[in-house]
């Protein structure tokens, strides 16, 4: 028996030059480029040697066991593998969402064929093939568009992407476009039986007021507040009722990420590598991209066992632990609730001896925290509400008093409520008042207050905007269809995965061009705008790619796909007719999209582009090699006032950077992208890399084999492939022919 390990996708689908070199060269009249159906395969270079090492194990096997995770991608990721092996053998499938040894040895009593879940594998692969085609065109048209408005960089297009781009920009303009108005509140200091008390009036219909039932006049309020004054206050209305606050599900990676960032500042990425650290490293943690916030019984059961590892993990937790009522059981164990995988919770495994780092600690202090609080009672206040009477004028005074922790022992996030919310006695327990007493309004006053704008998103609010992204399509039957994508799901019409969405997050960051993210007095998180381009780039793209819509109808193809009432080329034609239109309407229409590129003084066509040569960064006409204008780089822009010089000599690469898609020059030490820090040096173990060799690596991720190699370390000669490791730093490796 083998078992081989998958470290997420080994393979990534051909890139249009794969199929076609033409497509190296971003060009209009290529697209719309269509998606090819079924499609071909690549292995990443990075996973060559363990690809290699499953394939020769799925030839020798008599049987497959395909234990991928428990949804469509983690079908899909082992599914491509045989595919690609051209696997004929029988193949069982093994669902595993906890790593230690009792719930795998449960799953592998309880093989499946494979051959079940196929329309998971297809309707994973569908999106992919439809986000590819999507996504290329669209990003290769806009970015092509906007070049010709001066615009320097790339504008990337994608179902997720956009969609994000698009919360935050209409985050941004609610913001910034927010007209600031007044409101006013009218508060009474009333005399209660030897008590002070602050009442709030309560607006009627006949008050001048606005949307939010506030009062807007403060000629109004002023006489509401005279009125009042010296008048007899008389209860109405007397209720005190008990509230109970049960304790919260446990985490799924969303939730754990969105309390990382506001508790400890952790961007999502950081959050899910220290996760998946803790899974797979450490074996402390259950399955880290988790979508679920409920467990199974066998959870419940363990529930001693888990208590007992957090103890030895966490010493500082013990006491906590003492607490618990494990005789109690929390509405979260309900397996009834539980598809592909169940809320993340502490393993059995205990970490003594395991040195954490801080990250690390405060992450499984978390997660732990939120399992143990299961095991605590409610937490009670005692909610009190009093109306009085005023000569016809109602006001109102709340309390709420914390009667029991519970589970609020364990610590509670800064903007949760606090413990108590005495509004405006003098210590006076509101309960004790009852219906008729009567006391005296000794004065009112007005409180002048600001309406606020909406607030900008931070990462942990688009977070979990991004969970729940049906709530931002207008279309009910479209918010419905996304809806219902997440049934059983602690998420709500989400769009992006658990496994995804930081990586997302981390892309649209990067784009300065269109976001930024910065520090804004009254938050403690970083806030994310649009820039100005940003904003034109939303405004010029059609509504349903800046909102979720596009995903909610991807959703239900989904689905369909699932249920056999769909094809995979069916799916493919529509989105390819539908991104057709797209790139029509693009090229008759353009980007409206402002310059941030300076034009260049010579030819007074192109513009200005930062690009890295030999001695440093300068700044070369887009016209290249028409006009060979180029300026030295002073501090990050063109210098100007600096006399242009012509580089009629610098040589450019046809194959554009595998990275920023920007140009690659040819220097004579190696081949430097001009808009970012990919390289290829020009020797390589001795052996000098001709132009041509270089364009078959950066276009195909891989040369054939070169003769003539020579070893750093043993002086000897060596004939291998020249494998490209990284596309974002141009770090390269070999592959050896098999003797």
Known sequence: ????????????????????????????????????????????????????????????????????????????????????????????????????????????????????????????????????????????????????????????????????????????????NHTESFYYDVFASLSMNGHQIKAKYQTTDDDQIDEKKRLISEAQAAHIAGRVTGKDAIVTIATTKPENSKPPLPLNLSTLQQLCAKRFGYSAKDTLDVMQGLYETHKLLTYPRSDNRYLSDEHYYQAGDIATAIAATVPELASAIVDMDKGQKHKAFNASKIEAHHAIIPTTKSGAGIQLNEKERNVYNLVSVYFIGLFYPDAIRNKTKIHFDIKGDTFTATQSVLVQKGWEALGKDSDDEDETEDAGTDGFDLSLLKFNDSGLCESADVDKKKTTPPRYFT???????????????????????????????????????????????????????????????????????????????????????????????????????????????????????????????????????????????????????????????????????????????????????????????????????????????????????????????????????TQNQVETLIKKGKTGEIKGFTSNKTGKKFDAAIVLQDKTTGKLGFQFSKK
């Open 1 to 176: 028996m083998s078992l081989p390990g998958v470290n997420g996708h080994m393979l990534e689908l051909y890139d249009p030059q794969d199929y076609d070199d033409k497509y190296s060269n971003w060009r209009y009249s290529d697209l719309p480029i269509k998606a090819v159906y079924p499609p071909k395969y690549k292995i990443k270079p990075e996973s060559e040697a363990q690809t290699r090492i499953i394939l020769s194990l799925i030839d020798k096997a008599d049987s497959i066991v395909h234990s991928g995770d428990p949804d469509d991608e983690g079908c899909l990721l082992v599914d491509e593998i045989l595919g690609y092996a051209g696997n004929k053998k029988p193949v069982q499938r093994l669902l595993v969402a906890d790593l230690n040894l009792a719930p795998v040895q449960k799953s592998l009593s309880n093989l499946q064929p494979n051959d079940k879940f196929r329309g998971m594998t297809l309707s994973a692969l569908a999106r992919s093939l439809c986000d590819q085609g999507f996504g290329y065109n669209m990003t290769r048209g806009c970015t092509l568009k906007g070049r010709e408005k001066g615009y320097d960089g790339v504008l990337n297009v994608g179902r997720v992407q956009s969609a994000v781009l698009g919360l935050v920009n209409m985050r941004t303009l609610a913001n910034q």
């Open 459 to 689: 990462e942990s609010t688009l977070l979990a905007a991004m969970t729940s992204a049906a709530k931002f399509i207008d279309d009910p039957a479209l918010r419905k269809a996304l809806e219902a994508k997440d049934e059983g799901s602690s998420d709500r019409g989400s769009i992006g995965t658990e496994a995804t969405r930081a990586g997302i997050l981390e892309k649209l960051a990067a784009n300065t061009g269109l976001i930024s993210i910065e520090k804004e007095k009254g938050y403690s998180e970083l806030v994310w705008k649009t820039t100005k381009q940003g904003q034109e780039f939303c405004a010029a793209l059609p509504p349903e790619i800046t909102k979720p819509d596009i995903s909610a109808l991807w959703a239900e193809k989904q689905s369909q796909i699932k249920a056999g009432e769909l094809t995979v080329e069916e799916f493919i034609k529509e989105n390819d007719e539908y991104v057709q239109g797209l790139i029509d309407e693009l090229d008759r229409n353009g980007i409206s999209i402002s310059s941030n590129a300076t034009p260049c003084p010579v030819c007074n066509n192109g513009f200005l582009r930062k690009r890295k040569g030999q001695n440093g960064f300068f700044w070369g006409c887009s016209c290249y090699p028409e006009c060979k204008t180029t300026f030295p780089d002073k501090d990050g822009k063109p210098d100007m006032e600096a006399k242009s010089r012509s580089e009629g000599s610098m040589s450019r690469l046809e194959a554009p950077c595998p990275s920023c898609s920007k140009e690659i020059i040819i220097r004579p030490k190696g081949f430097f992208c001009s808009g970012c820090e990919f390289k290829i040096w020009s020797e390589v173990s001795g052996k000098k890399l």
